[in-house]
């Protein structure tokens, strides 16, 4: 069983920055793939970014050049720098992770991040 617990989301004014921060815990897990969702009011959860175990990234085309996604493999933590933020990038944002001790899918509880004036 995997924990995931977010921090770092807020209210910032457009153009911002933010950067929100996801830790794994609990015990016989070997974490693979982590990454970052968001689920705007209205819309389906969508892929922000992923990070391999090896540092492989990928992004949608939304965030590319704007956002980054990082990890600390020895904290199992993953980071998402977001920056030039812009209102349309409003949404609750979940972590989520691939646990290959038991083949499983893990979320956390959601941030929010709100991009307003």
């Known amino acids: 069983q995997v924990q995931l617990v977010e921090s770092g989301g807020g209210l910032v004014q457009p153009g911002g920055s933010l950067r929100l921060s996801c830790a794994a815990s609990g015990r016989g897990f070997s974490i693979g793939v982590m990454g970052w969702y968001r689920q705007a009011p209205g819309k389906q959860r969508e892929l922000v970014a992923t990070i391999s175990s090896g540092g492989s990234t990928n992004y949608a085309d939304s965030v590319q050049g704007r956002f980054t996604i990082s990890r600390d493999n020895a904290k199992n933590t993953v980071y998402l720098q977001m920056n030039s933020l812009k209102p349309e990038d409003t949404a609750v944002y979940y972590c989520?992770?691939?646990?290959?001790?038991?083949?499983?899918?893990?979320w956390g509880q959601g941030t929010q991040v709100t991009v307003s004036s």
């Open positions: 989520s992770t691939y646990d290959r001790y038991s083949s499983s899918v893990y």
